[in-house]
Every structure is written in C-alpha cells, then in structure tokens.
T-cell receptor
Framework: GAGVSQSPRYKVTKRGQDVALRCDPISGHVSLYWYRQALGQGPEFLTYFNYEAQQDKSGLPNDRFSAERPEGSISTLTIQRTEQRDSAMYRC???????????????FGQGTRLTVV | SQQGEEDPQALSIQEGENATMNCSYKTSINNLQWYRQNSGRGLVHLILIRSNEREKHSGRLRVTLDTSKKSSSLLITASRAADTASYFCAAAYSGYSTLTFGKGTMLLVSP
C-alpha cells in the first residue's frame, strides 16, 4: 500500500475483554514498530520486529501485551484482559531495516485509538 | 527511561513569526529526528540530523544539534497557520534500533 495502515481506527471495549490491533506496513519494509501514546505525551516504544522476528519487546508493559508478525508483513498487537489504563493511541511504524541507526525515517500509521470502559 | 524533554511544552505565535522548540536527550545518539503530529493525524517525519552534524536546513526548517549539551533545536521560520501541530524530537540512541520520543511541543500559529 501507499502507507502504513492500521485497523481499526477506533476501538471501544469493555474492561476484561481482549483486543487485537492490526498493522499493515509499507510493502518491502523490513522493520515494524509498535508505540503507545497517551494524551499529551510522546509515543512510547513497545516492541519491534525485523521480518518475522521480534527483536525487542522490552517496552511491553506486562504479560497481557503481546505482538506477532508471523509472515514478516502484517503485525498484530494483542492486549488481553484489558484495563482502563490501557486506553491510549496505539501507533505502528515501518521502515527499512535498521532505520534509526542508519539515519532513515520511520513511517507511521494513523493509529488505533483504544478506549477501555 | 531515556525519554528526553522538549521545551516549551506549548508555544503560541502569530503568522509570520519564527517558532523555536528545544529538545534535550540523555546519552549518546546516532541521530536525532523531528516529527510533526497534526490533530487527528499520524506522525510525519520532518528532518533528521546526524550526530556528526551541527546544523541542517530543509525549506523553512532549521535544526541544530549540540552534542556537548545533549540538545537540539528546531526553528520554523515565517510560520503559517498550517504549522499548528505538536512537534516531537526522537533520539536514535547508540546501540538501540528504535526511536525514543520526547513529550512534544504544542505549537499554535494564529492568523
């Protein structure tokens, strides 16, 4: 596609439910990143992949959060047993491999606004 | 957390004026990037400066980097109402393959 696509754009869920957020990166981009952004704050790193391998998941807040990218393209971020504090904008980005180090940009999707009620 | 800080948190100016935003970071970097976020939209990359560069220009944007002070500044000249957005710096720290974003500066440009 022309850009990074995330779905759904908005998700309202009841506390305790599981949610799955989808990210479709730019075709050919090896690296895929997930960030979470609270209102009035900057994006906070969650996890990232190169191809299908999860390279770093140190930003995932607890074991209710998981992510996968089984075929090295589309990625899913899953939050189990959602809590109100999980409410935030979840952003996905993709880039050429090693973009931050090599000095090339990451391209962000529009994000998924998650609200847990 | 290695999250840096931007200042000011909010900036309100008139069209035609210049806007300066500052960013501080924690440890050594490969590069530092600036992004813009419009209301309801995604993050858009503006400009990147490498650790061995001191100043870079792109259109009405000028970014400087002072590695001794671990700080960067973004200058937007001749601002327009369309520049109204939140601006974030993002550090590519040495040894890390991800970006660490600051908390952002909210810029309001009034016609």
């Amino acid at each position: 596609g022309a850009g990074v696509s995330q779905s759904p754009r908005y998700k309202v869920t009841k506390r305790g439910q599981d949610v799955a957020l989808r990210c479709d990166p730019i075709s050919g981009h090896v690296s895929l990143y997930w960030y979470r952004q609270a209102l009035g704050q900057g994006p906070e790193f969650l996890t990232y992949f190169n191809y299908e391998a999860q390279q770093d998941k140190s930003g995932l807040p607890n074991d209710r959060f998981s992510a996968e990218r089984p075929e090295g393209s589309i990625s899913t971020l899953t939050i189990q047993r959602t809590e109100q504090r999980d409410s935030a904008m979840y952003r996905c980005a993709s880039s050429l491999e090693g973009a931050p180090i090599r000095g090339t940009e990451a391209f962000f999707g529009q994000g998924t606004r998650l609200t847990v009620v | 957390s290695q999250q840096g800080e931007e200042d000011p948190q909010a900036l309100s100016i008139q069209e035609g004026e210049n806007a300066t935003m500052n960013c501080s970071y924690k440890t050594s970097i490969n590069n530092l990037q600036w992004y813009r976020q419009n209301s309801g939209r995604g993050l858009v990359h503006l400009i990147l400066i490498r650790s061995n560069e001191r100043e870079k220009h792109s259109g009405r944007l000028r970014v400087t980097l002072d590695t001794s002070k671990k700080s960067s500044s973004l200058l937007i000249t001749a601002s327009r109402a369309a520049d109204t957005a939140s601006y974030f710096c993002a550090a590519a720290y040495s040894g890390y393959s991800t970006l660490t974003f600051g908390k952002g500066t909210m810029l309001l440009v009034s016609p």
